[in-house]
């Protein structure tokens, strides 16, 4: 007999009217996740900048360019070592430098080069900040630079941390008090948070309203995943689920576009706040999820969306809720009989995926790749607007390229299997970092393609890792398994800033990092099992055993997994998938 879950949609439909409205509207503001998720690219740019003077400038030089203001200085400026020469309406001369000044004690006529004595003295009187691309950041706004600098380097794991905690937060109230209200209010706190960033009084606010505007989002995500897989059958979840992946991404080509438009900060965030707006006026029109009121015995009610579902689907007859609960009795009582292990009332912990030496490799495995997949998407994505040429065209082109990318994860997929579409990717990830080192510097459009392809080869590793996950793990730990991997997967996006932040030391450093963990997590990927084509396993020891056959079934038509098995690693694995971001 079909799932209770299946049942309804052959009656209502897998993927039609109604569920095209509902999923189109729930994955529109998805939209709004992927714009906060990576607004600080340039909301946080620091520009150039020298220390402030005391007093008014009648003549500024650099090098062998003078001119009569700073502002005309800084299209010669060309590196953080270089410094201007001033002199005052008083006729002082002061040496200009990115975090001190210095004063010449003979003051003839100003010369770039100078042997005298100087007496040097901190930025008491602020920074001078080159305003040509931006008018306004918050660097700027609250001078977050040199002994400062850091607060400024902690504004995105910052808000990584609350993308971190507001996942963990809301996907337990969500199954507590429901799906739609989870999202009313996620979306809702998206736009409050979103407009109260722009008008935060001081860094510290700013962080703070950050952090609970992270959380919102992360919020929203996770249970957007859920929401939509809830209301679209198998036969079109693992698509559907997927390209909310490619709406994240179009939030980010739409900060690309904006960044590029807007220049000051606090307007920037603002109109990257209102961009989904219209979401905000209407989700409270959302119905809640049929599963989850059943689960909740509000038949009822759950009935009145069958019904809907029914009449925007043009079904006649729609199934009833009391069928619904026959068929998970009967789901139930046949799973009893049939496997004693998930009924088993034993509570399984983090320990149970490291109970022998074939699982506890298989997790490290596993976790590695979970943690190197959001730590090169991310790295790609920050380092994008530090690539040379236009940055807002190099950040709109690191999102274009994710669109074709989960098309050909779901594709290759299931047409190579799991694990031979995620070894190739990775490695050929790793071996675009090693080629990026050797490109030349003044050949901007190659290093772009190269960081797009890059981003394109982990974006496919990134996007098919949580349904391998699922399928890996037994019954008893699949919960755990992948829940486990997406805690990795949230470190990932919180250390990948501070590995943006390495080229500093040296410009390679965060591809190179990268691309060592891709190689490593490639390599030891071959050593897992394949899983297209074969059935879900219930015990340890099954998925011990699973993959020591010597018979292949990658590249065959999964036929072994029955409709139940297919379900429960569909289901799952989107109630878990929205922690990838």
Same mark, same amino acid.
């Given at each position: 007999?079909?799932?209770?879950?299946?049942?309804?949609?052959?009656?209502?439909?897998?993927?039609?009217?109604?569920?095209?409205?509902?999923?189109?509207? @729930?994955?529109?503001?998805?939209?709004?996740?992927?714009?906060?998720?990576?607004?600080?690219?340039?909301?946080?740019?620091?520009?150039?900048?020298?220390?402030?003077?005391?007093?008014?400038?009648?003549?500024?030089?650099?090098?062998?360019?003078?001119?009569?203001?700073?502002?005309?200085?800084?299209? &010669?400026?060309?590196?953080?070592?270089?410094?201007?020469?001033?002199?005052?309406? =008083?006729?002082?001369?002061?040496? &200009?430098?990115?975090?001190?000044?210095?004063?010449?004690?003979? =003051? #003839?006529?100003?010369?770039?080069?100078?042997?005298?004595?100087?007496?040097?003295?901190?930025?008491?009187? /602020?920074?001078?900040?080159?305003?040509?691309?931006?008018?306004?950041?918050?660097?700027?706004?609250?001078? &977050?630079?040199?002994?400062?600098?850091?607060?400024?380097?902690?504004?995105?794991? %910052?808000?990584?941390?609350?993308?971190?905690?507001?996942?963990?937060?809301?996907?337990?109230?969500?199954?507590?008090?429901?799906?739609?209200?989870?999202?009313?209010?996620?979306?809702?706190?998206?736009?409050?948070?979103?407009?109260?960033?722009?008008?935060?009084?001081?860094?510290? @606010?700013? +962080? *703070?309203?950050?952090?609970?505007?992270?959380?919102?989002?992360?919020?929203? #995500?996770?249970?957007?995943?859920?929401?939509? %897989?809830?209301?679209?059958?198998?036969?079109?979840?693992?698509?559907?689920?997927?390209?909310?992946?490619?709406?994240?991404?179009?939030?980010?080509?739409? +900060?690309?576009?904006?960044?590029?438009?807007?220049?000051?900060?606090?307007?920037?965030?603002?109109?990257?706040?209102?961009?989904?707006?219209?979401?905000?006026?209407?989700?409270?029109?959302?119905?809640? %999820?049929?599963?989850?009121?059943?689960?909740?015995?509000?038949?009822?009610?759950?009935?009145?969306?069958? =019904?809907?579902?029914? $009449?925007?689907?043009? +079904?006649?007859?729609?199934?009833?809720?009391?069928?619904?609960?026959?068929?998970?009795?009967?789901?139930?009582?046949?799973? $009893?009989?049939?496997?004693?292990?998930?009924?088993?009332?034993?509570?399984? =912990?983090?320990?149970?995926? !490291?109970?022998?030496?074939?699982?506890?490799?298989?997790?490290?495995?596993?976790?590695?790749?979970? !943690?190197?997949?959001?730590?090169?998407?991310?790295?790609?994505?920050?380092?994008?607007?530090?690539?040379?040429?236009?940055?807002?065209?190099?950040?709109?082109?690191i999102g274009a390229v994710e669109l074709p990318c989960y098309i050909i994860a779901c594709i290759a997929m299931d047409k190579l299997g799991r694990r031979n579409t995620l070894i190739p990717f990775l490695i050929l990830s790793a071996l675009?970092?090693?080629?990026?080192?050797?490109?030349?510097?003044?050949?901007?459009?190659?290093?772009?393609?190269?960081?797009?392809?890059?981003?394109?080869?982990?974006?496919?590793?990134?996007?098919?890792?949580?349904?391998?996950?699922?399928?890996?793990?037994? %019954? *008893?730990?699949?919960?755990?398994?992948?829940?486990?991997?997406?805690?990795?997967?949230?470190?990932?996006?919180?250390?990948?800033?501070?590995?943006?932040?390495?080229?500093?030391?040296?410009?390679?450093?965060?591809?190179? #990092?990268?691309?060592?963990?891709?190689?490593?997590?490639?390599?030891?990927?071959?050593?897992?099992?394949?899983?297209? /084509?074969?059935? #879900?396993?219930?015990?340890?020891?099954?998925?011990?055993?699973?993959?020591?056959?010597?018979?292949?079934?990658?590249?065959?038509?999964?036929?072994?997994?029955?409709?139940?098995? &297919?379900?429960?690693?569909?289901?799952?694995?989107?109630?878990?998938?929205?922690?990838?971001?």
């Amino acid at each position: 007999m079909a799932p209770s879950s299946e049942r309804l949609f052959d009656s209502l439909g897998h993927f039609g009217r109604f569920q095209a409205c509902v999923y189109f509207a @729930s994955v529109f503001q998805a939209m709004s996740c992927g714009i906060h998720y990576l607004a600080s690219v340039f909301m946080a740019v620091t520009p150039n900048f020298v220390c402030g003077i005391p007093g008014n400038v009648s003549s500024a030089l650099f090098y062998n360019s003078s001119e009569s203001s700073i502002e005309d200085i800084w299209t &010669l400026w060309t590196s953080t070592e270089d410094y201007i020469v001033v002199q005052l309406e =008083n006729g002082e001369i002061w040496e &200009l430098n990115r975090c001190s000044r210095a004063k010449r004690e003979v =003051n #003839l006529d100003p010369a770039y080069a100078y042997e005298g004595n100087k007496s040097i003295f901190s930025c008491s009187d /602020g920074f001078l900040y080159d305003n040509t691309k931006w008018k306004s950041t918050v660097v700027t706004q609250w001078d &977050l630079v040199c002994d400062r600098e850091w607060l400024a380097k902690l504004i995105q794991p %910052t808000f990584m941390l609350g993308v971190l905690i507001g996942a963990v937060i809301f996907g337990d109230i969500a199954d507590r008090l429901g799906r739609q209200r989870v999202i009313w209010f996620t979306s809702t706190g998206q736009f409050v948070f979103g407009v109260a960033v722009a008008f935060t009084f001081d860094y510290y @606010s700013f +962080v *703070i309203v950050r952090f609970l505007l992270a959380m919102v989002s992360s919020g929203y #995500l996770v249970v957007a995943f859920v929401y939509v %897989t809830e209301f679209v059958g198998i036969k079109a979840r693992t698509w559907a689920s997927m390209h909310v992946h490619a709406f994240f991404a179009m939030g980010i080509m739409v +900060v690309a576009l904006v960044g590029f438009l807007v220049r000051t900060w606090w307007v920037y965030q603002i109109f990257l706040s209102i961009a989904t707006l219209p979401f905000v006026l209407c989700c409270w029109m959302l119905p809640e %999820t049929p599963f989850w009121l059943l689960s909740e015995e509000r038949y009822e009610d759950a009935q009145k969306v069958i =019904n809907i579902m029914a $009449r925007w689907n043009k +079904v006649s007859t729609p199934c009833k809720v009391s069928e619904l609960c026959s068929v998970q009795q009967d789901d139930l009582g046949s799973g $009893r009989m049939g496997d004693n292990d998930t009924s088993s009332t034993k509570k399984h =912990n983090i320990l149970d995926l !490291f109970c022998n030496w074939h699982i506890a490799r298989r997790t490290i495995t596993v976790w590695l790749i979970w !943690f190197t997949g959001s730590l090169g998407y991310y790295v790609f994505s920050l380092s994008s607007v530090s690539l040379g040429g236009n940055e807002y065209l190099n950040l709109f082109l690191i999102g274009a390229v994710e669109l074709p990318c989960y098309i050909i994860a779901c594709i290759a997929m299931d047409k190579l299997g799991r694990r031979n579409t995620l070894i190739p990717f990775l490695i050929l990830s790793a071996l675009i970092c090693v080629l990026i080192m050797f490109i030349p510097q003044d050949f901007n459009v190659l290093i772009i393609l190269a960081n797009m392809a890059g981003k394109f080869s982990i974006g496919v590793a990134f996007g098919l890792i949580y349904l391998y996950t699922a399928e890996l793990y037994p %019954t *008893i730990v699949r919960s755990l398994a992948v829940g486990s991997g997406s805690m990795m997967c949230r470190v990932g996006s919180v250390v990948a800033p501070f590995c943006v932040y390495l080229r500093s030391v040296w410009i390679f450093m965060p591809l190179l #990092l990268v691309g060592i963990m891709a190689l490593l997590s490639g390599i030891l990927t071959i050593m897992l099992p394949e899983t297209l /084509g074969k059935p #879900l396993t219930n015990t340890l020891v099954e998925a011990t055993e699973m993959g020591r056959s010597k018979k292949s079934c990658s590249g065959k038509t999964p036929s072994a997994h029955s409709g139940t098995a &297919l379900e429960k690693i569909e289901m799952f694995g989107q109630e878990t998938v929205s922690t990838e971001k």
